[in-house]
């Protein structure tokens, strides 16, 4: 208990929208008002009534905890409550109802660089947005040769910051806020700017803020992969309610898999339009890792995907074959079941079974969606063809060896392999 | 170590330890709207010093040879200025510290400190070009061989009262500002009014002379009359009374604007995030 740093309780915000009027004639309508008070009597109560109920809630009974040292990570679509809870915590502004108790010093990274005047220096910036950061001068004093390292901007520390490029700018920015040393961080969304150099740099920053310092980090992020390999535990808001909270290969994958019905099994009763026609109808499908069916891989280990189908009458050679497509709809691989020994022998009536083994360390992150058919090849004829049959997430949450090594940013690509490589030095 | 409770309305407790806090940071927001200020400009600094010397000129030239007013006995432009002094704090931490919300919106939605600092920060940039003015004052005075009277000694508390008003109204304006922006085109209207509702140009026993005492009561309902008048009474003495039944009613009305304005801050800051 009292390695609890966060205790948010029943948490809600709510947002009075219409009842703020555009801003350019904002004093007469007070005045109008002012004016017409007395009046407002004649009229009927329900009518003022319905006036000014047009409330939204940013946030609504939002409970949770965070020990101290954690990093937690907040996902959810856009206009999830997400910035508003951060907005609450960092005292930005303040909630309806609800309470949150917080044990030491907070400091927000709600966007990098709040504060720096485009006419000063660097020098004179570092200064200036320490002291909106809450930092005092000596201390600022203290830390400002490590600030100036850590943003790599020694050459243009007396330029104005108006002719910085944006990416120096925003190096410059999380530079002063990484050197806060607060009790907790709160980051949102600093990783989408700066070269991936960099995104490392302070991805690094946080995980040793988190790890060696002890410290306690809410994260914030649409980066999927970043959140699930700095935190540990994850808050999932959806609608401004806590849809899920819990380990963060988990939630996210389950985060990932939203929006989709689609799950690991999928199987059709004898009598359900199952897809198929006479010669042959789908029964089943579903993702196994390790035997069991899981809608969840890491991404070094093998997934298997069991086809179970029935052949109704003789006479035709039938291939099974799966289609696997990632998040964006881009096909990754068509996969046929040539090598059984079933290539050239037509199947008797009655029920069979294929699996597809696909090796780890193949996949990306992210969610895979499989299409599963069944063809004759010669003459060509397809039997059935079911898409978004079944789905699984491929995650990053495993320290093993993966392609990804020391890199913690965001690594695009299809597929990715562990491929061998060998360095010698030739002279 | 400490616990920090985030509850509705329950953002009071800590306030004035956080506004102390956070005191460097007065500092430093002066600092940068003053490093700021003469960017890019030719004269630069120069401006502090030509604003208030031609604004004494005009006014010397207006309430002094065109309206013969009396003077009481001193330089007209040294009686000007010191009606000035005043006014101009106050006037430029109006409007200044008027806008400073509005205009720092984005340091308000994206990081926490008590918000009382930005409009103070800016009530102190003025208070600068107010020592501009004082020094401007003194080069008259040798240039007049005048010599102030003992009066003097009280000067500081003047200048505390001119502080409070300024202070008051500015966190007044700036409160409503953030959610009236009609107030951007209010204050221009008070400042200018307000010169001529003020001291400014003439001595303010010219409205007992012209109206009788009771106007003159009336009058001192505008808080800087009583400011002006004090300050005319420190530096000038001399013939120069003050008249008592007006100054504690401007002295009541400066308390009162201090006292309301912190009180309507507080009640409006903590919707200043979602609202500007």
């Known amino acids: 208990?009292?390695?609890?740093?966060?205790?948010?309780?029943?948490?809600?915000?709510?947002?009075?929208?219409?009842?703020?009027?555009?801003?350019?004639?904002?004093?007469?309508?007070?005045?109008?008002?002012?004016?017409?008070?007395?009046?407002?009597?004649?009229?009927?109560?329900?009518?003022?009534?319905?006036?000014?109920?047009?409330?939204?809630?940013?946030?609504?009974?939002?409970?949770?905890?965070?020990?101290?040292?954690?990093?937690?990570?907040?996902?959810?679509?856009?206009?999830?409550?997400?910035?508003?809870?951060?907005?609450?915590?960092?005292?930005?502004?303040?909630?309806?109802?609800?309470?949150?108790?917080?044990?030491?010093?907070?400091?927000?990274?709600?966007?990098?660089?709040?504060?720096?005047?485009?006419?000063?220096?660097?020098?004179?910036?570092?200064?200036?947005?320490?002291?909106?950061?809450?930092?005092?001068k000596v201390e600022i004093k203290r830390k400002f040769d490590d600030i100036v390292a850590f943003s790599e901007i020694e050459k243009f520390l007396d330029t104005p910051v108006k002719r910085y490029s944006s990416g120096m700018y925003v190096r410059l920015a999380f530079a002063v806020a990484a050197h806060l040393e607060p009790e907790i961080l709160i980051v949102d969304e600093v990783l989408a700017v700066g070269d991936a150099e960099f995104q490392k740099k302070c991805l690094g920053k946080m995980e040793s803020v988190a790890g060696r310092e002890g410290r306690t980090v809410l994260f914030v992020s649409h980066q999927i992969?970043?959140?699930?390999?700095?935190?540990?535990?994850?808050?999932?808001?959806?609608?401004?309610?806590?849809?899920?909270?819990?380990?963060?290969?988990?939630?996210?994958?389950?985060y990932l898999a939203n929006g989709s019905s689609t799950s690991a099994k999928r199987e059709w009763m004898n009598g359900s339009p199952a897809p198929g026609n006479e010669w042959v109808r789908l029964r089943n499908v579903d993702v196994r890792v390790n035997g069991e069916i899981d809608s969840q891989v890491n991404i070094d280990q093998p997934v298997e995907i069991h086809v179970d189908y029935e052949v109704l009458r003789e006479g035709k050679v039938l291939i099974p074959n799966i289609h696997l497509f990632a998040e964006d709809g881009t096909l990754i691989f068509i996969a046929h079941d040539w090598h059984s020994g079933w290539r050239t022998r037509p199947?008797?009536?009655?029920?069979?079974?294929?699996?597809?083994?696909?090796?780890?360390?193949?996949?990306?992150?992210?969610?895979?969606?499989?299409?599963?058919?069944?063809?004759?090849?010669?003459?060509?004829?397809?039997?059935?063809?079911?898409?978004?049959?079944?789905a699984f997430t491929v995650v990053e949450s495993a320290k093993n060896e993966t392609s990804r090594g020391d890199f913690a940013g965001h690594l695009p690509g299809i597929v990715r392999p562990l491929i061998a490589t060998q360095t010698e030095i030739v002279s | 170590?400490?616990?920090?409770?985030?509850?509705?309305?329950?953002?009071?407790?800590?306030?004035?330890?956080?506004?102390?806090?956070?005191?460097?940071?007065?500092?430093?927001?002066?600092?940068?709207?003053?490093?700021?200020?003469?960017?890019?400009?030719?004269?630069?600094?120069?401006?502090?010093?030509?604003?208030?010397?031609?604004?004494?000129?005009?006014?010397?030239?207006?309430?002094?040879?065109?309206?013969?007013?009396?003077?009481?006995?001193?330089?007209?432009?040294?009686?000007?200025?010191?009606?000035?002094?005043?006014?101009?704090?106050?006037?430029?931490?109006?409007?200044?510290?008027?806008?400073?919300?509005?205009?720092?919106?984005?340091?308000?939605?994206?990081?926490?400190?008590?918000?009382?600092?930005?409009?103070?920060?800016?009530?102190?940039?003025?208070?600068?070009?107010?020592?501009?003015?004082?020094?401007?004052?003194?080069?008259?005075?040798?240039?007049?061989?005048?010599?102030?009277?003992?009066?003097?000694?009280?000067?500081?508390?003047?200048?505390?009262?001119?502080?409070?008003?300024?202070?008051?109204?500015?966190?007044?304006?700036?409160?409503?500002?953030?959610?009236?922006?009609?107030?951007?085109?209010v204050v221009p209207f008070i400042v200018q009014f307000g010169l001529y509702v003020s001291p400014v140009g003439y001595l303010s026993s010219r409205v007992s002379d012209l109206y009788g005492d009771p106007c003159r009561l009336l009058y001192s309902l505008n808080p800087m009359v009583?400011?002006?008048?004090?300050?005319?009474?420190?530096?000038?003495?001399?013939?120069?009374?003050?008249?008592?039944?007006?100054f504690c009613i401007s002295l009541v009305g400066v308390v009162l604007l201090l006292v309301t304005g912190i009180w309507y801050f507080r009640k409006t800051e903590r919707t200043f995030a979602d609202v500007i």
């Open chain 1, 347 to 390: 199947k008797s009536p009655g029920r069979y079974k294929t699996i597809f083994t696909i090796p780890g360390n193949f996949f990306s992150e992210g969610r895979i969606t499989v299409k599963v058919a069944t063809s004759t090849y010669q003459p060509f004829e397809v039997h059935f063809e079911e898409s978004d049959a079944v």
């Open chain 1, 225 to 254: 992969a970043a959140v699930t390999r700095l935190c540990r535990n994850v808050l999932w808001l959806d609608g401004g309610r806590p849809k899920e909270y819990g380990r963060a290969d988990l939630i996210c994958s389950h």
């Open chain 2, 1 to 185: 170590m400490e616990e920090l409770i985030i509850e509705a309305g329950r953002t009071e407790k800590n306030y004035w330890r956080d506004l102390w806090r956070y005191r460097e940071l007065f500092y430093f927001l002066a600092w940068r709207d003053l490093l700021v200020r003469y960017k890019q400009t030719v004269v630069g600094v120069a401006w502090s010093v030509i604003r208030p010397l031609l604004t004494m000129l005009v006014l010397t030239v207006v309430f002094g040879k065109l309206g013969k007013m009396p003077s009481g006995g001193v330089p007209y432009p040294i009686l000007v200025l010191c009606g000035m002094l005043p006014w101009q704090f106050f006037s430029t931490a109006l409007s200044e510290s008027g806008n400073s919300l509005v205009t720092n919106s984005n340091m308000i939605s994206k990081v926490y400190f008590p918000r009382m600092v930005v409009p103070a920060g800016s009530v102190i940039t003025s208070f600068v070009d107010f020592l501009i003015t004082v020094i401007i004052l003194a080069g008259m005075m040798v240039w007049y061989r005048f010599v102030p009277s003992v009066h003097v000694v009280a000067l500081p508390l003047f200048v505390l009262m001119a502080f409070a008003a300024s202070f008051g109204a500015g966190l007044w304006i700036a409160a409503l500002m953030v959610e009236y922006r009609d107030f951007r085109f």
């Open chain 1, 1 to 136: 208990m009292s390695d609890t740093v966060i205790h948010v309780e029943n948490l809600s915000k709510r947002y009075v929208i219409g009842h703020q009027r555009s801003k350019e004639d904002g004093f007469r309508h007070v005045i109008e008002d002012a004016v017409r008070a007395p009046f407002k009597w004649l009229k009927s109560r329900q009518d003022r009534q319905k006036r000014t109920r047009e409330e939204f809630w940013a946030l609504k009974d939002v409970s949770f905890e965070v020990k101290r040292g954690e990093v937690i990570g907040i996902i959810g679509r856009n206009g999830a409550g997400k910035s508003t809870l951060l907005k609450i915590l960092s005292r930005i502004t303040e909630p309806t109802s609800g309470r949150i108790r917080i044990k030491g010093r907070v400091a927000s990274l709600l966007e990098v660089g709040t504060g720096f005047h485009p006419e000063l220096t660097g020098r004179e910036n570092i200064f200036l947005n320490g002291a909106i950061l809450g930092m005092s």
């Open chain 2, 226 to 246: 009583g400011v002006i008048d004090g300050f005319r009474w420190s530096v000038l003495g001399g013939e120069q009374q003050l008249y008592l039944p007006g």
